[in-house]
């Protein structure tokens, strides 16, 4: 079936280094994929999303690529702030389920 | 807009015991969703709604959990009897219609403790 695996945490960094976070995919289908964040004491956020191979999601300076031929959509971040510092889960929807990777802890020391 | 509403937000019982939980969806939402997600895990999705009508619960534990949509509208995610393992916080989520391009939206969640 269906599945979402991304890097292992926790991820520590530095204010203004930058942030890669892994994450492939496996699916039958053609699916969309998304990024969702989720802040200390808060719900899950949508961050950003791909509908198709090769469309590009940004927000709030985080990006991903769909790459459908490493099946990848990795998250990314020029210069990231202490304010970043969250869980991040990377997920698919196809065939009317949204389909979660265990999530990646980042923390960001000043 | 007011978001997804979840109530409780915390709740503590002994195993055996029976609890509720309820969800109020963004008004003119006609999916909803439930997720349980285990400390250190990704949410799972237990069950989904099209307006009072279940289109998925392959997942759900149907010996123990019940939900219900009755009118199309509030949800309740029922657990009777609770185990250990059902220690997870519980995820609302509602979306306008059923395909990729409609976004999900969560409420915070009931953090469910099982002693």
């Known amino acids: 079936g269906d599945s979402v695996t991304q890097m292992e945490g926790p991820v520590t960094l530095s204010e203004e280094a930058f942030l890669t976070i892994n994450c492939t995919y496996t699916?039958?289908?053609?699916?969309?994929l998304f990024w969702y964040v989720q802040y200390p004491g808060e719900g899950l956020q949508l961050l950003l999303k791909?509908?198709?191979?090769?469309d590009k999601g940004s927000n709030k300076g985080f990006e991903a690529t769909y790459r459908k031929e490493t099946t990848s959509f990795h998250l990314e971040k020029g210069s990231v702030q202490v304010s970043d510092s969250a869980v991040y889960f990377c997920?698919?929807?196809?065939?009317?389920?949204?389909?979660f990777g265990q999530g990646t802890t980042l923390q960001v020391k000043p | 807009e007011a978001g997804v509403a979840q109530s409780p937000r915390y709740k503590i019982i002994e195993k055996r015991q029976s609890v509720a939980f309820w969800c109020n969806p963004i008004?003119?939402?006609?999916?909803l969703y439930w997720y349980q997600q285990i400390l250190g895990q990704g949410p799972k999705l237990l069950i989904q709604?099209?307006?009072?009508?279940?289109?998925?619960d392959s997942q759900l534990p149907k010996d123990r959990f019940s939900a219900e949509r009755l009118k199309g509208v509030d949800s309740t995610l029922k657990i009777q009897p609770a185990k250990l393992e059902d220690s997870a916080v519980y995820l609302c989520?509602?979306?306008?219609?059923?395909?990729?391009?409609?976004?999900?939206?969560f409420g915070n969640g009931t953090r469910l403790t099982v002693t």
């Open positions: 709604f099209q307006n009072n009508g279940v289109v998925d």
């Open positions: 997920a698919l929807f196809d065939t009317g389920k949204l389909i």
């Open positions: 791909a509908t198709k191979a090769d």
């Open positions: 008004s003119g939402h006609a999916t």
């Open positions: 989520a509602s979306s306008l219609e059923r395909g990729n391009n409609s976004p999900l939206h």
């Open positions: 699916a039958t289908g053609y699916p969309s």
